[in-house]
């Protein structure tokens, strides 16, 4: 099964075949490759082809992370981990869980936008690639990370051939009807030499031909860089260029359509067209007036559309942001600083409403917009920080994505920080202390944990304190000291019912004293409070607690020896665990489907998602959280796995269970099988690499499977890019190799 989170391409790769060769050899022989050179001319997309053509050389995956938007150097580490759905929820440091993940693997790490974080990158691949001996980093940024073993390759402009072929295809595009001619062809070959052939620049070229000649836009940019002549030459001649494209793109929109793209520069990592509306209209833009001009942004090729699970998403790409940026700059503090809070008070609001809708059915939606958020998310605390109240408000309000989404050691950083700036006792303060007491307590810093409730419960007001009561009691249940766990359960659902709250975490403590019950083979009681639970939450559509209700029925159901029905329960709370990405659902899952597996006879499927769990518990914390009750069937299951096995095969699955991704594992847990190596080939490329092997010619393949021979061309040119070999001779070799 292929692994990574490698962009498909949208539009298309034109020419590179030597700086692709020359990648590919650099990664052959060297650990850290970095691309260098000017904005826009296609670092990220060298980068990303050169990915792609590399995957099969790296069986842990290849692996692609933005960091363009990312403004906090602490959460570089974190936005790898999310590239790789690696969430870690232990008291170990970013660092630290990192060089743990990556120790055995052997991955290729894409790092794109690394120059406004230079120094705090080059730390941490210079001490990845020291204790990782099979990782290799390839780097797209606009200088070097200069650390030891890097090799540059500095991408130049495109060959003027190649720089024809973009325009043209980028212009056909968005004309539907543009060709080079005998008549044209040498004004396209000027304008793209006028554009010193970077790529950014041709493309925003191309979409001028929509309403002019070719001649108008060779015009239009000589005018432009008369313009930039009279001004500053600073950054050098090819970023001038950049500049005069995109400046030119700026001229030709109107002014309405220059100020919204000013004000879209505040997004960080894209945006909906809701937050637009909220954010950039005021007296001087209607908000009626947004979606319209969002649109003729598109049109010119401003703005990147993208239709997601989400919903329909715009973004601004590096170089364009930048430029808006400097004109909102020029329209004075006043201006940016209204708009910034506007963003802020938009994203605040955001957290609040989908913290108040968690309680209810759309909690996939919310998990979906909560994560698509996260850049604008961050970018409005890091603003808040200096307004106490409402940076404690968002790291506290995010609680169901810290933990439903298994992203809790973002949550200690985000809380760690807002309660070091804002010491005094507040009501938010209160809140936010409660919030970092149950992060700490999952992720294995007790003794922070406990400092937070404590306060908590001292100084709180009656509904802090409600809280702070639960997760003492949560912090008992898993030290497995059942005697306080029990009174502090009942104490906080008493306090929950006084103050009239129901929600998410008021079902939780009835679910965790479930557990207790369960774990003292109280199974009565146990099912009688799982079946309230159960009606309560099917009542409004909540699904998240339901999966831990599942998941103690099918703990007391195995108890009882009900194996079919318990193995449907834990299935039903992985399914659900996984969509939210709850880290602590999936393995406790997990953990379960292994032992129901060995008891129904397939001791080495119970050997590899033991293995498989043991790697996810790395990133949640201690495994099965040092306590002998949830350690219980994972024991059982071991030792019941390995005397039906022997203690060879045993370790053998094992292993092979401790290689598999999160993905993979809840895959196998679900099927009751590994996962097979599948081919990085489309099933067209399949049958087009088949004919290769046949001998065919591509002109002869066009004919036998109905399509263009350009069309089978560049199919052909597809794998030998993603396999990364240099003939068709080599292709043929490589399917007469595999298995029928």
Same mark, same amino acid.
């Given at each position: 099964m292929e692994r990574g989170n490698l962009p498909a391409?949208?539009?298309?790769?034109?020419?590179?075949?030597?700086?692709?060769?020359?990648?590919?050899?650099?990664?052959?022989?060297?650990?850290? /490759? +970095?691309?260098?050179?000017? &904005?826009? *001319?296609? $670092?990220?997309? =060298?980068?990303?082809?050169?990915?792609?053509? #590399?995957?099969?050389?790296?069986?842990?995956?290849?692996?692609?992370?933005?960091?363009?938007?990312?403004?906090?150097?602490?959460?570089?580490?974190?936005?790898?981990?999310?590239?790789?759905?690696?969430?870690?929820?232990?008291?170990?440091?970013?660092?630290?869980?990192?060089?743990?993940?990556?120790?055995?693997?052997?991955?290729?790490?894409?790092?794109?936008?690394?120059?406004?974080?230079?120094?705090?990158?080059?730390?941490?691949?210079e001490l990845l690639l020291r204790r990782s001996r099979g990782l290799k980093v390839?780097?797209?940024?606009?200088?070097?990370?200069?650390?030891?073993?890097?090799?540059?390759?500095?991408?130049?402009?495109?060959?003027?051939?190649?720089?024809?072929?973009?325009?043209?295809?980028?212009?056909?595009?968005?004309?539907?009807?543009?060709? /080079? +001619?005998?008549?044209?062809? &040498?004004? *396209?070959? $000027?304008?793209? =030499?006028?554009?010193?052939?970077?790529?950014? #620049?041709?493309?925003?070229?191309?979409?001028?031909?929509?309403?002019?000649?070719?001649?108008?836009?060779?015009?239009?940019?000589?005018?432009?860089?008369?313009?930039?002549?009279?001004?500053?030459?600073?950054?050098?001649?090819?970023?001038?260029?950049?500049?005069?494209?995109?400046?030119?793109?700026?001229?030709?929109?109107?002014?309405?359509?220059?100020?919204?793209?000013?004000?879209?520069?505040?997004?960080?990592?894209?945006?909906?067209?809701?937050?637009?509306?909220?954010?950039?209209?005021?007296?001087?833009?209607?908000?009626?007036?947004?979606?319209?001009?969002?649109?003729a942004l598109a049109d010119k090729s401003i703005l990147i559309r993208e239709e997601r699970e989400e919903g329909v998403r715009y973004s601004l790409i590096d170089s364009v942001r930048e430029y808006g940026a400097e004109w909102l700059g020029r329209l004075g503090a006043a201006e940016t600083d209204a708009l910034r809070a506007r963003h802020t008070d938009f994203y605040l609001r955001l957290a609040r409403a989908n913290e108040a809708d968690w309680f209810g059915p759309r909690q996939p939606a919310i998990f979906s917009s909560t994560r698509a958020e996260l850049g604008n998310l961050r970018a409005a605390f890091e603003r808040s920080l200096d307004a106490h109240e409402q940076a404690l408000d968002m790291a506290a309000t995010l609680w169901f994505y810290w933990v439903g989404c298994g992203q809790l050691r973002e949550g200690r950083h985000w809380l760690g920080r807002a309660l070091s700036a804002a010491p005094e006792p507040t009501s938010a303060r209160m809140r936010a202390l409660w919030v970092a007491g149950y992060v700490c307590v999952l992720i294995g810093e007790s003794d922070s944990g406990m400092r937070f409730l404590e306060e908590c419960r001292n100084h709180g007001d009656q509904r802090a304190v409600a809280y702070a009561v639960h997760r003492l009691g949560c912090a008992a249940l898993i030290a497995d000291e059942h005697d306080r766990a029990v009174p502090l359960f009942t104490e906080a659902v008493e306090r929950y019912a006084?103050?009239?709250?129901?929600?998410?975490?008021?079902?939780?403590?009835?679910?965790?004293?479930?557990?207790?019950?369960?774990?003292?083979?109280?199974?009565?009681?146990?099912?009688?409070?799982?079946?309230?639970?159960?009606?309560?939450?099917?009542?409004?559509?909540?699904?998240?607690?339901?999966?831990?209700?599942?998941?103690?029925?099918?703990?007391?159901?195995?108890?009882?020896?009900?194996?079919?029905?318990?193995?449907?329960?834990?299935?039903?709370?992985?399914?659900?665990?996984h969509r939210f990405h709850d880290l602590v659902g999936i393995v406790l899952s997990v953990e379960l489907v292994a032992l129901l597996r060995a008891e129904a006879g397939e001791p080495e499927m119970a050997a590899v998602l033991q293995g498989a769990a043991g790697t996810i518990w790395r990133s949640v914390?201690?495994?099965?959280?040092?306590?002998?009750?949830?350690?219980?069937?994972?024991?059982?299951?071991?030792?019941?796995?390995?005397?039906?096995?022997?203690?060879?095969?045993?370790?053998?699955?094992?292993?092979?269970?401790?290689?598999?991704?999160?993905?993979?594992?809840?895959?196998?847990?679900?099927?009751?099988?590994?996962?097979?190596?599948?081919?990085p080939l489309t099933r067209r490329e399949w049958e087009v690499a088949q004919l290769v092997a046949e001998g065919l010619s591509n002109r002869e393949m066009a004919e036998q499977l109905v399509l263009s021979k350009r069309t089978v061309d560049a199919h052909v040119e597809h794998i030998l890019d993603k396999l990364g070999f240099s003939s068709r001779a080599q292709i043929a070799a490589w399917v007469t190799s595999l298995p029928s």
């Open positions: 391409d949208v539009t298309g790769f034109v020419g590179r075949r030597a700086e692709l060769k020359e990648v590919r050899r650099l990664l052959g022989r060297a650990r850290l /490759v +970095t691309l260098t050179g000017v &904005a826009g *001319v296609g $670092k990220t997309r =060298l980068a990303m082809r050169a990915a792609h053509s #590399a995957r099969r050389t790296f069986d842990d995956g290849v692996f692609f992370v933005d960091l363009s938007t990312l403004h906090d150097p602490g959460l570089i580490e974190t936005a790898i981990a999310d590239a790789m759905r690696l969430t870690d929820q232990t008291a170990r440091t970013d660092e630290e869980v990192l060089t743990a993940h990556l120790a055995d693997k052997r991955l290729l790490l894409v790092l794109d936008g690394t120059e406004h974080l230079v120094e705090r990158c080059a730390h941490l691949v390839l780097v797209a940024g606009r200088q070097a990370l200069e650390v030891e073993g890097e090799h540059l390759l500095p991408v130049p402009s495109l060959m003027l051939s190649d720089a024809v072929a973009l325009l043209t295809d980028r212009a056909q595009a968005a004309t539907g009807g543009f060709a /080079v +001619t005998a008549e044209n062809e &040498a004004l *396209v070959r $000027k304008l793209c =030499l006028r554009l010193d052939r970077i790529p950014l #620049a041709i493309e925003l070229a191309a979409v001028r031909l929509r309403a002019l000649s070719v001649e108008e836009v060779v015009e239009g940019l000589d005018h432009r860089f008369k313009l930039l002549d009279l001004g500053s030459r600073a950054g050098g001649p090819r970023h001038q260029t950049l500049r005069a494209a995109i400046g030119w793109s700026h001229e030709l929109c109107t002014p309405d359509e220059r100020l919204l793209w000013a004000r879209l520069s505040v997004f960080s990592g894209g945006f909906g067209l809701v937050a637009a509306e909220s954010v950039c209209s005021d007296g001087r833009l209607a908000r009626a007036t947004i979606v319209d001009l969002v649109g006084k103050l009239g709250v129901l929600e998410c975490n008021v079902l939780m403590a009835c679910v965790e004293l479930a557990i207790v019950l369960a774990f003292r083979g109280e199974l009565d009681s146990c099912a009688e409070l799982c079946g309230q639970v159960r009606d309560r939450c099917e009542r409004v559509g909540e699904q998240w607690v339901l999966s831990y209700v599942d998941y103690v029925e099918a703990y007391a159901a195995w108890a009882k020896g009900a194996r079919g029905r318990a193995l449907s329960l834990a299935l039903r709370s992985l399914r659900v665990s914390g201690p495994l099965l959280f040092d306590s002998r009750h949830f350690n219980r069937p994972h024991l059982i299951c071991a030792e019941q796995a390995e005397r039906e096995l022997g203690g060879r095969v045993y370790a053998a699955a094992y292993a092979r269970g401790r290689r598999l991704g999160l993905d993979e594992a809840v895959s196998a847990a679900a099927g009751g099988r590994e996962p097979r190596a599948e081919l």
